[in-house]
């Protein structure tokens, strides 16, 4: 098994250009998060995915939006790039939402530069 | 959500132990104890998690306080591999969302 996949690994955008972050798992997993990590800092929620079909906002969803394309799928897509959105993306997947408690897996991440 | 606090930074010699310490005051009852550790320049790992009781696996053993107000992770043998942030998380449902404060930095020396 892959695990959790993320593709770039690395990318450089201009102020104002678009781009979509792909991610993908092959565990099966019901729910799907991303995650933004800025220098010297924690883990920030962006958007998750508890199951297929549904999308949720987490800690700091502005300026990103999400489509679960399918079950291995949860795309991140950045519209109008900002300098501030430089960090590190991560993509996380979990076996099922709820009260249960499972743990989370994470893929390599996307290191994002906006000039 | 409840908070964590955890001390910024920790040293341990290689083959000692290691006790990391955390502090969740306002838990709630039904609050699961996470922990994750984030080697250079990769994604978070998961390393263990209970509810009550203390807990042990191939990585390390957690222990939980009888007020559930504090735990410590125990790495038993610490090796330089070791050496990471370690991310004390109260695991709240609801979407299984995580939310990850600073953790703290573990240094392991010769």
């Known amino acids: 098994n892959a695990g959790v996949t993320q593709t770039p690994k690395f990318q450089v955008l201009k102020t104002g250009q678009s781009m979509t972050l792909q991610c993908a798992q092959d565990?099966?997993?019901?729910?799907m998060y991303w995650y933004r990590q800025d220098p010297g800092m924690g883990l920030r929620l962006i958007y998750y995915?508890?199951?297929?079909?549904?999308?949720d906002k987490g800690e700091v969803p502005n300026g990103y939006n999400v489509s679960r394309l399918n079950k291995r799928e949860f795309s991140l897509r950045l519209e109008s790039a900002a300098p501030s959105q430089t960090s590190v993306y991560f993509c996380?997947?979990?076996?099922?939402?709820?009260?249960?408690?499972?743990?989370?897996?994470f893929g390599p991440g996307t290191r994002l530069t906006v000039t | 959500d409840a908070k964590t606090t955890q001390p910024n930074s920790m040293e341990s010699n290689e083959e000692e132990p290691v006790h990391l310490p955390c502090n969740h005051s306002?838990?709630?009852?039904?609050?699961?104890i996470h922990w994750y550790r984030q080697l250079p320049s990769q994604g978070p790992e998961y390393v263990i998690h209970?509810?009550?009781s203390n807990v042990n696996n191939r990585m390390a053993s957690l222990a939980i306080a009888e007020d559930r107000k504090s735990s410590t992770l125990i790495l038993h043998r610490a090796t330089l591999r070791d050496a990471a942030v370690y991310y004390c998380?109260?695991?709240?449902?609801?979407?299984?969302?995580?939310?990850f404060g600073t953790g703290t930095q573990l240094k392991v020396e010769l």
């Open positions: 209970g509810l009550t």
């Open positions: 995915s508890a199951s297929e079909g549904t999308t």
């Open positions: 306002t838990i709630s009852g039904t609050d699961y």
């Open positions: 998380i109260l695991y709240t449902g609801g979407g299984n969302k995580l939310t």
């Open positions: 565990m099966n997993h019901n729910s």
């Open positions: 996380a997947s979990t076996q099922r939402g709820g009260r249960s408690s499972y743990e989370q897996y």
